[in-house]
């Protein structure tokens, strides 16, 4: 495949024109990347109305995909909010109600979007979980659940790979989606390298309609580089829509280092990625049985993601995480009770071997039989929308219990809300604040 976005950028360069444009620091400057940061000058395309190079690599990714795949530069959480505004326009179009049933283990994105778009979540029951970032879902429960409702979602909305590495069951959840006329909606932020595993696991391929794809996540892109897919299955409207979609929620000024991110990987994606990826599973699965002889249980059903239960080898998943720190080794994300590892192809067996010796030199201990609070469900008082638009006060989750959570109080990572908005913040609610470090919260002012 070639690279037209970089072969245009770097001959731009070689031309050294006077940059009577943006950006300022005019090609010029410290950190060696200036001269490669450009505009949309003259033949650079645009983002959201290409033709010529933006539109050339597009079709090079959508060939890797096997499916209508867009850029975003402002991450997966821009095609988040392209995919709600998608679906609300398609509901409006065909006379359906323009709500979305999802799991409670959604991005924080995807309330925002909800509330700026007046969409109506409704969210799915939650079961008994080893944490509020995972959110089981199986087609079963959801078929039964379906069938109960008198008036269905116009889409479901899952996570899949969760900020755990958990998985769920696209194809057969897409299988009882199709059955009761609804559309599929798959947070893959996290797995876009599934397209290129032994045997596809991408949710595309799996029989989801809309999918968001962090390509930075696990892919050689630069951060902010993300991908929105659309199945070849859909009607024609989503297509004719996207880019409107996107650009509704886009910067104007895309990051042409990242489009050159974007249209770099494709070549490379093409050829060795799948390579190297099979290469480096088998590499991946002796670590964690290395891992597991130690004494380490592990959480995952992601093949690139290593999850401990720091509780089963004697310590909080922060403090593991502040061990590994010391010895020069940063990790994903790590709470009470997980440390997230995120593993790469691009990993040598020498960087996975120190791994391995680090944590195996950690010495075990008794396990911690401490479990996380168990969140009761909590009593929904005003939509997303009211919630996020009325006004509002930072308080301490001391004096929370009772109050009307108005914006998601967690950062990122994990960008999981333990409390969504316009609900009402029960005792469960403010000791999980307690257990997960939150010290403050925004609520509805009285």
Known sequence: MNTPICDFVKAYQQKAPLRMHMPGHKGRGESGMEALDITE???????????????????????????????????????????????????????????????????KTLLGAAALLDITVDWLPSTDADSYLNAEISPTRLDAYLRAQETKPTALYVTSPDYLGNLCDIEGIARVCHRHAILLLVDNAHGAYFKFLPTSQHPIDLGADLVCDSAHKTLPVLTGGAYLHLSPTLPSFFEEHAREALSLFGSTSPSYLILQSLDAA???????????????????????????????????????????????????????????RREGIECEFADPDFTVLMLSPF???????????????????????????????????????EAFFSPSEEISVGEA??????????????????????????????????????????????
């Open 347 to 385: 990993l040598s067996l020498e960087e996975l071997e120190r791994l391995e010796r680090t944590l195996c030199d950690i010495p075990k201990r008794p396990a911690i039989t401490e479990c996380p609070p168990q969140l009761l469900p909590a009593r929904r008082v005003l939509s997303l929308h």
């Open 401 to 446: 219990a009772g109050r009307i959570c108005a914006s998601p109080c967690v950062s990122c990572p994990p960008a999981v809300p333990i409390v969504l908005s316009g609900e009402e913040i029960n005792e469960s609610a403010v000791s999980a604040f307690s257990y997960y470090g939150i010290k403050t919260c925004r609520v509805i002012k009285k």
């Open 41 to 107: 000058v003259q033949g650079a395309d645009s983002l959201y109305a290409p033709e010529g190079i933006i539109l050339e690599s597009e079709e090079n990714a959508s060939r890797l995909f096997g499916c209508k795949t867009y850029y975003s530069t402002e991450g997966s959480s821009q095609c988040i909010r392209a995919m709600l505004m998608l679906l609300s326009l398609y509901a409006r179009a065909t006379s359906r109600h323009t709500h979305i049933l999802a799991a409670k283990n959604a991005h």
């Open 266 to 324: 494709n070549p490379v994606l093409e050829k060795e990625f799948s390579m190297s990826l099979e290469d480096f599973l088998p590499r991946a699965a002796w670590l964690w049985h290395k891992l597991r002889k130690a004494g380490y249980a592990l959480l995952s059903d992601e093949p690139l993601k290593l999850t401990l239960k720091a509780k089963h080898y004697g310590y909080r998943g922060d403090e593991l995480a502040e061990l590994l």
